[in-house]
């Protein structure tokens, strides 16, 4: 079991930056994949960024390239996604997942095994 909990949302402005973070715990973090995807009120979940196991390869949805940037701390067992130029289109709650293996598939839902309960982000404009 993994464990994840996630914080750092909140209401900004558009064109303002946010970090959010992952915090996790349970079994072994750094065998895991990990995950940022979001989800709008009445959208399905979407895929926002990815990053592998060691840290040294990342993903991102086109809506966020340039823009947010993902990132993974083995010491504190944290995920954070780091987000610059927000607009109120990226207003959702952020969700963190860890996968045991999303191989070439990483944008998908179903490739992860565990997941946070969301934080929320709000962008005004």
């Known amino acids: 079991q993994v464990q994840l909990v996630e914080s750092g949302g909140g209401l900004v402005q558009a064109g303002d930056s946010l970090r959010i973070s992952c915090a996790a715990s349970g079994r072994t973090f750094n065998n895991y994949g990990m995950g940022w995807f979001r989800q709008a009120p009445g959208k399905e979940r979407q895929f926002v960024a990815a990053i592998s196991w060691s840290g040294g390869s990342t993903k991102y949805a086109d809506s966020v390239k340039g823009r947010f940037t993902i990132s993974k701390d083995h010491a504190k067992n944290t995920v954070y996604l780091q987000m610059n130029s927000l607009k109120p289109e990226d207003t959702a709650v952020y969700y963190c997942?860890?996968?045991?293996?999303?191989?070439?598939?990483?944008?998908?839902?179903?490739?992860?095994?565990?997941w946070g309960q969301g934080t929320q982000v709000t962008v005004s404009s």
């Open positions: 997942a860890a996968s045991g293996g999303y191989g070439n598939a990483w944008y998908l839902v179903n490739k992860y095994d565990y």
